[in-house]
């Protein structure tokens, strides 16, 4: 028995926050997908079953508007749900990576396995047309509705709408290049509101200049207080298990996300898998890359891409060719001795974009660099190129010759840039790591900003791709290399 009025000295049970202006954005985005997958869906079944009843490649029958409006509905209902317990709609996937297609291929592949039993079993004469065509249009649907969707929230984000206000725990060190990476990848909205430091470190500001708003012992009096709808975690912002632990109980109920950087960088998810063993998460991380990257699968990859694009650019190269030779007169060809994997050396082809004596005129030029640290010379206003050249340059036409370098073995479609050997000259060891892979004519430098990245973010993403190769990447820098051509961003 307690005496009246006296409670048992117990942890206090959390109370429940009132969802944020995030958290309610979150939820319209998930309604709003869901309502899309819905339609995509309908369309899908119904058009599935136009093309069943019309399309002379299909065997003639009578039945097929009444066996679709049988079991349409129920289709449509088993997709949705499906999604739904797959975890399509999980705000922590939604926006960024490819979790969120990778759900949606496996829910329609859930779906159909599904609706192949249930007829099985049902003794249900269902068309195989329909259910071929049902698949083979709604699920390109469903993928290209994510990633317009996508688009369109990356664009509200960059213009401050949907933003998710941050708050980063740790030392100031470790919250300065969270935030810089945060701030780098705008495109996220991530909005950094304050760091958290530990109470060793009593600063007003990090040296980067974050605003220190709190203890990270007191994570969840300033969560509060700031509106935070996610606290990261960096090294630094607690001193064992348990004192996060205590953290996450405090921060329970507050609906506000929580997220951890290990300390490990550059790795991508791909090679990280994490596997619990008595409690304990433990990371288990994959050995580089570099070496798939030399193999068979990819040069395959090349020879097809470089040959298909051999011929479609075929016309332009030629338009291109004429144009150059009546400017001056000189030669069409710009080659260059260039570094290749394992430090070969090779001719790298481009069109000609600059005076023929350029490489004459560099020694005078030197204090035009744009960033005198970077191992590349790089000005925007290169006296040196010639008016067809700039235009060349812009759309990156000048390194269409290039495939002719794939073909020959040389360079690959995706990859490093290839160096120049007064550049590599100057490589650290580290930097050194670039030369285990075939140089590419694009990579993730190109789809990451060209010409506009410093030294160490170029090296940065190289070492990246050394390390953490696959084809479905290839074949995503690929993709959006050409929306970054086409937007001409950081070429010059």
Not at 229 to 240: K, Q, W
């Amino acid at each position: 028995m307690h005496e009246a009025g006296v409670m048992p000295d117990v942890a206090s049970r959390p109370v429940a926050q009132p969802y944020t202006n995030r958290t309610r954005s979150v939820r319209a985005l998930q309604l709003g997908l869901g309502l899309g997958d819905l339609a995509f869906i309908v369309l899908a079944a119904v058009l599935a079953a136009v093309g069943r009843d019309r399309l002379t490649i299909f065997r003639a029958t009578e039945d097929i508007p009444e066996v679709a409006q049988a079991v349409g509905l129920w289709i449509v209902l088993g997709w949705m749900l499906v999604n739904l317990v797959i975890g399509t709609y999980r705000s922590t996937d939604l926006g960024v990576g490819t979790a969120e297609y990778g759900r949606v291929l496996g829910a329609a592949g859930m779906t159909a396995g599904l609706i192949g039993i249930m007829s099985y079993l049902a003794k249900f004469n269902l068309s195989r047309g329909f259910f071929v065509l049902l698949f083979v249009i709604g699920v390109p649907l469903l993928l290209l509705w994510r990633w317009s969707a996508r688009r369109v929230v990356h664009r509200l984000h960059l213009h401050g709408h949907l933003l998710t206000k941050v708050l980063i725990a740790g030392s100031a060190g470790h919250v300065d290049e969270v935030a810089a990476v945060l701030d780098r990848e705008s495109w996220l909205g991530y909005r950094i509101v304050g760091a958290l430091l530990p109470p060793s470190q009593q600063l007003t500001t990090t040296p980067r200049g974050v605003p220190v708003v709190g203890l990270s012992t007191d994570t969840a009096l300033a969560t509060r207080d700031h509106e935070a709808d996610l606290v990261v975690f960096t090294e630094g912002a607690f001193a064992s298990s348990t004192d996060f632990r205590r953290i996450a109980w405090d921060l329970e109920g507050h609906h506000v996300q929580m997220a951890v950087v290990p300390s490990l960088s550059d790795i991508s998810s791909g090679r990280i898998m994490m596997r619990p063993v008595g409690g304990l998460p433990l990371v288990h991380v994959e050995q580089p890359q570099s070496l798939g990257a030399s193999r068979g699968l990819k040069r395959l990859f090349d020879l097809v891409g470089a040959s298909a694009s051999l011929v479609l650019t075929l016309p332009l190269v030629a338009g291109v060719a004429i144009a150059i030779k009546l400017h001056d007169r000189g030669p069409v060809l710009f080659r260059q001795t260039r570094v290749g994997r394992d430090g070969n050396l090779f001719e790298c082809l481009k069109l000609r974009s600059m005076v023929v004596d350029a490489e004459a005129q560099l020694p005078g030029l030197t204090q035009l660099s744009d960033d005198p640290e970077h191992v590349l010379f790089k000005a925007q206003r290169d006296p040196r190129i010639t008016p067809v050249g700039r235009f060349i340059r812009r759309y990156s036409i000048d390194e269409l010759p290039q495939l002719w370098n794939v073909l020959a073995g040389d360079m690959s479609l995706v990859g490093p840039r290839p160096a120049l050997p007064a550049e590599v000259r100057r490589y650290s060891p580290d930097v050194q790591r670039r030369l285990h892979v075939r140089p590419g004519m694009t990579g993730l430098w190109q789809v990451s900003g060209r010409s506009d990245l410093s030294w160490a973010d170029t090296v940065r993403l190289d070492l990246y791709y050394v390390d953490n190769w696959s084809l479905v990447q290839d074949l995503s820098i690929v993709i959006k290399t050409l929306r970054a051509v086409l937007g001409s961003r950081g070429a010059y």
